[in-house]
């Protein structure tokens, strides 16, 4: 039966190629500066990751974390996540990110990929209430999701008087999915962790933005 969350359906469909978003030549440069960057926030630390997705992120991070559980809300994703190379270290759970369970323990580090985008602005508190629970106090956070130059291969289709905006997005069988994909602004991100975290540091990349804070003590 399909999901009956439009988002997690669409994730479910997409899964296959899903990664396909990572081929992007002009996405290669803040990919791979990524790809090290991250390495050297969570190197010995437990981690735990929301919205792993297909694990494009979990495998550069893995290796060099004390212990990592990546998490999702959907199934396709995940299970290729697991099959890839390089994880199996890694304990994946299935997990929605506005309720993260008890039983998954506390982390000293936290990483979410092209999630923020898609919570409500409404639902943000909710998310980063439910992140923090799983959280040591000093633990390292870091977001990254797409810049607005995402806007030119999908439009805004719609907005809201809270803030959000839609897209809309087509599929390879054909389907049309209207998917909520909000672009936070540097201080809109300082703000909505104000009361979470401290220290937090933006950077802007060419087709990205990082964000990354530490948890209150
Ligand atoms: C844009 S993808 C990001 C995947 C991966 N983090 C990456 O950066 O490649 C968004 C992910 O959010 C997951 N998702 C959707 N709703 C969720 C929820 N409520 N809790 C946790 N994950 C969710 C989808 O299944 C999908 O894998």
């Given at each position: 039966m399909p999901d009956p969350d439009p988002m997690r359906a669409y994730y479910a469909a997409r899964a296959p190629y899903y990664d396909d978003v990572y081929e992007k030549p002009e996405r290669?440069?803040?990919?791979?500066?990524?790809?090290?960057?991250?390495?050297?926030?969570?190197?010995?630390?437990?981690?735990?990751?929301?919205?792993?997705?297909t694990g494009y992120w979990t495998q550069h991070i893995a290796p060099v974390a004390a212990a990592m559980t990546a998490t999702d809300a959907v199934d396709e994703p995940l299970q290729l996540a697991r099959a890839r190379p390089g994880v199996g270290r890694v304990r994946f759970e299935?997990?929605?990110?506005?309720?993260?369970?008890?039983s998954l323990?506390?982390?000293?580090?936290?990483?979410?990929?092209?999630?923020?985008?898609?919570?409500?602005?409404?639902?943000?508190?909710?998310?980063?209430?439910?992140?923090?629970?799983?959280?040591?106090?000093?633990a390292k956070v870091a977001l990254i999701d797409n810049?607005?130059?995402?806007?030119?291969?999908?439009?805004?289709?719609?907005?809201?008087?809270?803030?959000?905006?839609?897209?809309?997005?087509?599929?390879?069988?054909?389907?049309?999915?209207?998917?909520?994909?909000?672009?936070?602004?540097?201080?809109?991100?300082?703000a909505m962790i104000a009361d979470f975290g401290e220290r937090p540091?933006?950077?802007?990349?060419?087709?990205?933005?990082?964000?990354?804070y530490e948890a209150r003590g």
């Open positions: 290669r440069e803040d990919i791979a500066f990524l790809r090290a960057h991250l390495p050297t926030v969570f190197a010995g630390r437990t981690v735990l990751e929301v919205a792993c997705g299935r997990a929605d990110a506005y309720e993260l369970p008890a323990g506390l982390f000293e580090g936290a990483f979410a990929g092209l999630w923020l985008s898609h919570v409500p602005v409404e639902r943000r508190g909710e998310f980063l209430a439910s992140l923090h629970r799983r959280l040591l106090p000093g810049s607005t130059v995402q806007l030119r291969d999908f439009p805004i289709a719609g907005r809201d008087a809270r803030g959000n905006t839609w897209q809309e997005r087509v599929l390879k069988d054909g389907t049309r999915h209207r998917v909520l994909k909000n672009f936070p602004a540097r201080e809109e991100l300082e540091a933006f950077r802007e990349l060419a087709n990205f933005w990082l964000f990354e």
